[in-house]
């Protein structure tokens, strides 16, 4: 079993910083790419930014330059660091981990519950 547990969202007016972090827990074996994802009100889910096992980066480009994707791989964990927050960046955030429970088995994707972030003055 997996769980993705993420932390670090709240209230920030525009042109805070806010910083997120996802931690993978339970019989994992291996992970490739971890990410984030968002979902304004009323729309869909779409992607913030990936980073791969090695450390490569991709972002969506309304982010690019504001934010930045890290991960600690000795503590299966990633984080968001959101700097310059705009009211559009609002939405809930999640956690995605793409992996493997076991040496044999396949990689899924798992999800994180969500974090709420609100920019507003």
């Known amino acids: 079993q997996v769980q993705l547990v993420e932390s670090g969202g709240g209230l920030v007016q525009p042109g805070g910083s806010l910083r997120l972090s996802c931690a993978a827990s339970?019989?994992?074996?291996?992970?490739?790419?971890m990410g984030w994802y968002r979902q304004p009100p009323g729309k869909q889910r779409e992607l913030v930014a990936s980073?791969?096992?090695?450390?490569?980066?991709n972002y969506a480009d309304s982010v690019k330059g504001r934010f930045i994707i890290s991960r600690d791989g000795a503590k299966n964990t990633v984080y968001l660091q959101m700097n310059s927050l705009k009211p559009e960046d609002a939405a809930v955030y999640y956690c995605?981990?793409?992996?493997?429970?076991?040496?044999?088995?396949?990689?899924?994707?798992?999800w994180g519950q969500g974090a709420q972030v609100t920019v507003s003055s």
């Open positions: 339970g019989t994992i074996f291996s992970i490739n790419d």
């Open positions: 995605n981990a793409h992996l493997r429970t076991t040496i044999r088995g396949s990689r899924r994707n798992y």
């Open positions: 980073i791969t096992s090695d450390g490569s980066t």
